[in-house]
């Protein structure tokens, strides 16, 4: 294809892409993101292309296989446009229906949203209010793309912002513009983003980099991987307009090697951009050159960190360095480097294009434009959302989220990743933003949410995170390898019931430690999950430590698990089940867990039919004595 | 299933190497090219790459020992990775680790002694909507049940 030569010939071709497709085509769109492709979405969209050439309507219909639109928990999705109609956790045996039937304009009922209040079947996929509550300027693209496919962007008007930037705007124009959007970085630090660039532009030495932090390294955070997977254009073209903006002309995205659709969507959109002379040199006939390479990542939490970042860049270790000049004046080979979030790109054409008025019209006064959070855990409707900064975490819990999954009580949602803290119900009505959630002692970080309901444990919970940093902790400085291992040595003793009195003033001493002498913010922030589960869930610590008791009943060391023997109806399931024979009984002989051998890993309690529910879970009190051999025999009726 | 000779093996890295120019700065995707064509890192091979891209052979060792995606010892046809983040975990991901250890009787990091299996955990794979979650080669199994995991295992030759 000829290369694009000026902000014109741009335009003409996104007419031309625009006006050679007609609007009310019929088109079948397949979520092909992870977690679809997970629940067998691939499947489903062979059986779509299958099922068009037999039934002959490939002329006359389309077929397209998008980017994530969030609802994971559905999986997978497919919408119907131009009607826009969603089907949910569509099976490859449902495909012919939907594919007849929406040739007739019809619609299949049994696989539309039904809205869990008042049962009544939503079939627009905007009115469902996981959807509807939303306001996705970053991520409801994903849903209309198809991410190999440049065209598709172009068609939305992308790349539209950087031919604005480059022939109608000065640098400093556009530095002036993200300056007055108020835009913060969305990797969780919230730095001004104008003030990061500006210390790349100003600072001496050429060249200088521009970079994509892709290393998404919070477990139960996908909105990146969800952004790159199916829309990895917006994140090429915000890091273009930055490149220009800082005189960049050569540019990293850094992906984790975990996220392997992720890394090779946005492989395939460089060379596309490079095609129609988006990218590389001479960008649309102007005259500013700009080439971008990926750099994989080898596993290691560490290296999302600015600095660790660009030592992986460099081919070595992501060990972190000691910031006393920024990344930005001196990062990749002692060059000028600015590194951002894949989001805060995203939100860059957004800004150009619209204005930083309007950005700045979106979320709060501090807290400008929108974020994508990934709702995962104990929630019904888990999946990512976006929504403006400074919304209440109520809202998103419970009105996108649709509240605590199996009927269960909310017990606080976790924030911020591994450096963030949990926050317990009396301030669900607080604003999640950058500062909000940090008087909390949580951090928003980079939109990571997990739910968690009364079944878990907050001792364990923070037991996890710490486990996780101590794994992750690069080992360059000591009080993060030995302050977290011996964090996690206290915990561990506390769910293993051999807890002291004293431990909790230990807790407290290392955290103060690790804050005050870590070297990078994994260690500095490393004691926050049990800071904030001490702050609010301390009556947990104390049952654990003083009445050797796990309330939520999950640390194995402080539970028993009994047969009940008026229940037991001596099925023999549990027997069958128990991991290493513990369980004793055969038929009509009531059931005995020989609790010296029982390891309590609750297989008995979940394959217990619950019609019998003869298992007991217990902790803190005694087993009661087994059920004497001679009572053991049921005698049955006929 | 045995492993390649090293003949095999240095064949199989010099086809790699070629493709890379020989910069120092890309020892970090060579290697990680190398670990997914042999599954592992073999001594001969982390030499070769050494003199090819110039780079002391301390360094590459400390690369390799540092990053979780490369081994020092061959692996299994299959890796078995367990997810082990946040979401799976409040999901019960610990058990279903206990019953994979048990039913292929080898802890993480390790490879059952026919080479079929090797089980590694992951700290979040990203698809927290379906967690618990296995992935056995290529493919991902979601919400998991305990007596998912023998039969899913089972289904592998």
Redesign the interface.
């Known amino acids: 294809m000829p290369k694009l030569r000026s902000g014109l010939e741009l335009e003409e071709l996104r007419k031309g892409i625009v006006s050679s497709r007609d609007p009310n085509r019929l088109c079948f769109t397949v979520c092909s993101g ?2 679809c ?3 067998g979405s691939q499947k489903t969209y062979a059986n779509f292309e299958a099922e068009l050439e037999r039934q002959r309507l490939k002329n006359r219909v389309d077929l397209k296989a998008t980017g994530c639109p969030g609802f ?2 559905r ?1 997978p999705i497919v919408v119907v446009y131009p009607q826009g109609v969603c089907y949910l956790r569509v099976q490859p045996e449902d495909v012919t229906e939907i594919v007849s039937r929406s040739i007739e304009g019809q619609i299949v009922d049994r696989l539309l949203y039904v809205d869990p209040v008042t049962g009544e079947k939503i079939a627009h996929e905007l009115d469902i209010p996981f959807y509807k509550y939303q306001n996705r300027l970053i991520l409801g693209n994903n849903r209309l793309i198809d991410a190999t496919k440049i065209e598709d962007y172009i068609a939305l008007g992308g790349y539209r912002a950087l031919a604005r930037a480059l022939f109608d705007m000065t640098p400093e124009q556009v530095m002036a513009e993200i300056e007055k959007a108020n835009l913060r970085g969305r990797g969780g630090g919230g730095f001004p983003t104008a003030r990061k660039w500006k210390s790349t532009r100003d600072a001496p030495g050429k060249p200088k980099y521009v970079i994509v932090n892709c290393d ?7 909105m990146n ?1 969800a952004l790159m997977e199916g829309n990895p254009h917006s994140v090429l073209e915000g890091l273009a307009i930055g490149a220009y903006t800082m005189d960049s002309h050569e540019g990293f995205v850094y992906v984790r ?3 392997p659709l992720a890394a090779d969507n946005i492989a395939i959109a460089i060379r596309q951009a490079e095609n129609y002379g988006l990218l590389g040199k001479a960008i649309l006939g102007s005259g500013f050159d700009f080439i971008v390479k990926i ?7 560490v290296s999302g960190e600015s600095s660790a970042l660009m030592n ?8 972190p360095r000691p910031k006393y000049t920024h990344t930005a004046e001196k990062g990749i080979w002692d060059k000028p480097s600015c590194l951002n979030n894949v989001e805060t790109w995203a939100d860059v054409p957004l800004i150009i294009n619209s204005g930083a008025e309007w950005f700045a019209s979106i979320g709060t006064e501090k807290n400008r434009g929108t974020k994508i959070f ?1 709702l ?3 929630v019904n409707n ?2 990512l959302v976006e929504v403006p900064l400074g919304t209440p975490l109520r809202d998103i819990i419970y009105r996108m989220g649709g509240g605590v999954s199996g009927n269960k009580k909310f017990k606080a949602v ?1 924030t911020g990743g591994p450096s963030g803290g949990c926050i317990p119900e009396q301030y669900l009505d607080s604003s999640v933003d950058f500062d909000e959630l940090t008087k909390l002692g949580a951090m928003m970080g980079s939109g ?1 949410m ?1 739910v ?1 309901d009364e079944d ?1 444990c907050m001792v364990d ?1 923070a037991k ?2 710490v486990h ?1 940093l101590s ?2 902790s ?1 080992g360059k400085c000591v009080p993060c390898r030995e302050g977290i291992n011996h964090m996690l040595d206290v915990l561990t003793r506390i769910t293993e019931g051999k807890g002291q009195a004293t431990d909790i003033q230990l807790l407290e001493d290392l955290a103060r430690m690790l804050k005050e002498a870590s070297l990078c913010a994994l260690g500095q922030t490393a004691a926050n999950p049990v800071l904030t589960t001490l702050k609010y869930f301390r009556l947990e610590y104390d049952a654990h430590i003083n009445e050797k008791r796990c309330p939520a009943g999950v640390c194995r060391a402080l539970l028993a698990f009994y047969v009940e023997a008026d229940k037991c109806q001596a099925c023999l399931i549990c027997a069958r ?1 128990c ?1 290493v024979n513990a369980i004793d009984g055969g038929k009509n002989l009531i059931h005995v867990i020989d609790q010296s051998k029982c390891i309590r ?3 008995c309690l ?2 217990c039919p619950p019609r019998f529910g003869a298992i007991r879970k217990i902790s803190g009190e005694p087993v009661p004595a087994p059920i004497p051999e001679q009572a053991r025999v049921i005698q049955r009726k006929g | 299933m045995a492993t390649d000779s090293n003949d095999v093996n240095v064949k199989k890295i010099n086809h790699i190497l070629a493709q890379y120019k020989g910069e120092s700065n890309l020892l970090i995707q060579v290697l990680l090219e190398v670990q997914k064509e042999l599954r592992w890192l073999p001594k001969e091979g982390l030499t070769r790459i050494s003199q090819e891209l110039n780079v002391p052979l301390r360094q590459v060792y400390h690369a390799v020992t540092f990053y979780k995606a490369f081994s020092l010892v061959p692996k299994g046809k299959y890796t078995v990775t367990v997810c082990m983040g946040t979401a799976c975990h409040v999901r019960g991901a610990p058990r279903i680790l206990d019953r994979v250890e048990r039913v292929l009787d080898i802890n993480p990091g390790e490879t059952t002694p026919d080479f079929k299996f090797s089980l590694e955990t992951v700290n979040c794979l990203g698809c927290c909507a379906i967690g618990p979650v296995m992935v056995v080669g290529d493919d991902y199994h979601g919400k998991l049940s305990l007596d998912q995991v023998k039969l899913t295992l089972d289904s592998y030759d």
């Open positions: 992870t977690a492709l997970a629940v994971c928990e999986g998404e390294g919070d477990p139960g955070a996908f991987r090697q975990e996220y750099h994989k990542g080898a596993g290691a939490f992986a860049i460099e081919g070595k270790v992501a060990e990934s995962v855990g104990k888990t999946g976790q990571g997990i968690t878990t919970f996890y995170f996780f794994e992750e690069c089940n991991p890993c609750g297989t979940e394959v």
